[in-house]
């Protein structure tokens, strides 16, 4: 595994959206080998999650429910942080997208 590989698979490890590993390449967990389009899902499912979590958290503090101001700043942030990163994925994927196609003839 390079060294850009492995920094990318620990910040998403770290954030959550990637599973904990032993070892292995970018997408495997627990010995078996994930394909791209499942890691892609599941940072997308994971994305979806903290998004939801963090819009229950808004209505629970418009009802009352919560009183926690910071756990639901921080559930925000999360969510706000999670997002970022899968946008920087998608402008990477297509990035490289692109200079593929620039290399076809």
Same mark, same amino acid.
């Given at each position: 595994?390079?060294?850009?590989?492995?920094?990318?698979?620990?910040?998403?490890?770290?954030?959550? !959206?990637?599973?904990?590993? %032993?070892?292995?390449?970018? =997408?495997? +967990?627990? *010995?078996?080998?994930?394909?791209?389009? #499942? &890691?892609?899902?599941?940072?997308?499912?994971?994305?979806?999650? !903290?998004?939801?979590?963090? %819009?229950?958290?808004?209505? =629970?503090? +418009?009802? *009352?429910?919560?009183?926690?101001?910071? #756990? &639901?700043?921080?559930?925000?942030?999360?969510?706000?942080?999670?997002?970022?990163?899968?946008?920087?994925?998608?402008?990477?994927?297509?990035?490289?997208?692109?200079?593929?196609?620039?290399?076809?003839?």
């Amino acid at each position: 595994m390079n060294p850009i590989e492995n920094n990318i698979s620990i910040g998403l490890e770290k954030t959550g !959206l990637l599973p904990q590993k %032993d070892g292995g390449g970018l =997408g495997q +967990a627990a *010995g078996t080998e994930a394909s791209f389009q #499942d &890691v892609l899902r599941g940072l997308v499912d994971k994305v979806d999650s !903290l998004q939801k979590d963090a %819009d229950a958290s808004i209505k =629970g503090l +418009a009802t *009352g429910e919560t009183t926690n101001i910071h #756990d &639901v700043t921080m559930k925000l942030e999360e969510a706000g942080v999670a997002f970022e990163l899968m946008m920087e994925i998608r402008n990477k994927l297509l990035d490289a997208y692109q200079e593929v196609m620039k290399m076809q003839p």
